[in-house]
């Protein structure tokens, strides 16, 4: 019978061919770049930064000013400078958005009527005195009545302990300024108004210059 001669292993080839050859390539991490820098904004370690907490939200959570205190004290620098920022930049942004003042061309107006420059924002004091004439009403009684606003005047009682009624109530209108004429829609009380036109006391018959637009009205 013949000798089976089994062949003996070979050495396993440890040259720098055989090794790339047959060991796979290793993937390449995806943090890092083919220079060997890691990426940090793809490593997924990174995780996005909690909310910085405002100063109105730790007021809230640590209602007592000690625990506040020690807590403010436990944080790093960079958290403290973190909210100051933060809370700056709300400061910021309000100042920007703040409603601008009022220009003085359209907070003052002229009156129509008592031809006085008036604050739009706090709009008082017009007082427009009778213009009207009188009208008899009871010639035995002595009663009359004023055309501009149809105040009645009774002179029955006056004597130099009771005033004149035109002395007591020497105004059609006490209120509000106006800067235009006053239509039906306004629904203002009374009829002294209605008549101004004629008065002999408009802006053009007092000779007014400057914030004046008599003619502006409201239609309905």
């Given amino acids: 019978m013949a000798e089976v001669v089994e062949p003996l292993p070979s050495p396993p080839d440890t040259g720098p061919t055989a090794t790339s050859a047959s060991a796979p390539a290793a993937p390449s991490s995806p943090n890092t770049t083919q220079h060997g820098r890691v990426d940090i904004a793809s490593s997924?370690?990174?995780?996005?930064?909690?909310?910085?907490?405002?100063?109105?939200?730790?007021?809230q959570r640590f209602q007592n000013t000690s625990e506040l205190n020690s807590h403010l004290l436990s944080l790093s620098k960079?958290?403290?400078?973190?909210?100051?920022?933060?809370?700056?930049?709300k400061s910021s942004t309000t100042t920007t958005t703040t409603k601008p003042p009022t220009p003085e061309s359209n907070k003052y107006a002229h009156c129509v009527y008592?031809?006085?420059?008036?604050?739009k924002e706090y709009n008082v004091g017009c007082q427009v005195k009778h213009y009207g004439d009188r009208e008899e009403v009871d010639y035995d009684s002595d009663i009359s009545k004023l055309t501009c606003c149809g105040f009645?005047?009774?002179?029955?009682?006056y004597?130099?302990?009771?005033?004149?009624?035109?002395?007591?109530?020497p105004y059609c209108y006490e209120g509000k300024h106006w800067d235009r004429f006053i239509d039906q829609g306004d629904d203002e009380r009374g009829i002294w108004w209605q008549e101004w036109e004629e008065s002999?006391?408009?802006?053009?018959?007092?000779?007014c210059r400057g914030m004046v637009n008599p003619k502006k009205r409201r239609f309905y």
Wanted: with cysteine; net charge negative.
């Fill in 44 to 59: 997924p370690s990174s995780r996005a930064a909690p909310p910085i907490p405002t100063i109105t939200s730790l007021a």
């Fill in 78 to 89: 960079a958290e403290l400078a973190a909210i100051v920022m933060s809370e700056a930049g």
């Fill in 114 to 119: 008592c031809h006085e420059i008036f604050d």
């Fill in 152 to 157: 009645s005047l009774d002179h029955t009682e």
């Fill in 159 to 169: 004597d130099e302990c009771h005033p004149a009624p035109e002395e007591a109530e």
């Fill in 200 to 207: 002999g006391r408009t802006c053009k018959d007092m000779g």
